[in-house]
């Protein structure tokens, strides 16, 4: 069975300083026959994570994400590396518990969805908050599920 992986497109409102940096974002997923689910983390977009399966529209030649039909209660947290910092270990223990995650072409920024499980949730925010104190990130939970 070939599985048919597509690009959903996010809309994106840059605030006054700009953030984010663009107006839009693709996210790749899979289509089901109950709408798409998503298989990318998203480096901006708040709206969906990986594993939720989404409605899309046709517009032009791009899906464009309307709604999350199904959340698959995926926290969603980006992490900015700080300049000299090694992203390697930073990366290695967040899927040690469990994240999903993915890094911008400069690897900077790290795009991570940290399951629905009890206390991961909870052991992430306590890790970055440590790396968070000591200058190596910073990072923001646009999206979060607490179990």
Not at 70 to 89: D, F, K, Y
Not at 112 to 121: C, D, E, S
Request: aromatic share 10%.
């Amino acid at each position: 069975m070939v599985v048919a992986h597509v690009q959903i497109w996010f809309h994106l409102n840059p605030d006054e300083d700009g953030y984010p940096p663009q107006t839009e974002e693709p996210v790749w997923a899979e289509a089901s026959s109950a709408g798409y689910i998503l298989h990318g983390v998203p480096f901006y977009a708040r709206e969906a994570n990986v594993g939720d399966l989404v409605e899309a529209v046709e517009r032009g030649e791009r899906l464009w994400y309307v709604r999350t039909r199904h959340s698959a209660h995926n926290s969603l947290i980006r992490v900015l590396l700080s300049p000299g910092t090694q992203a390697e270990p930073v990366v290695d223990r967040l899927r040690a518990l469990g994240c999903v995650l993915q890094r911008s072409g400069k690897g900077a920024l790290l795009a991570v969805a940290v399951p629905p499980r009890k206390n991961v949730l909870r052991t992430v925010q306590t890790y970055l908050g440590e790396l968070q104190r000591e200058g190596f990130v910073g990072y923001e939970e646009p999206m979060l599920w607490d179990w």
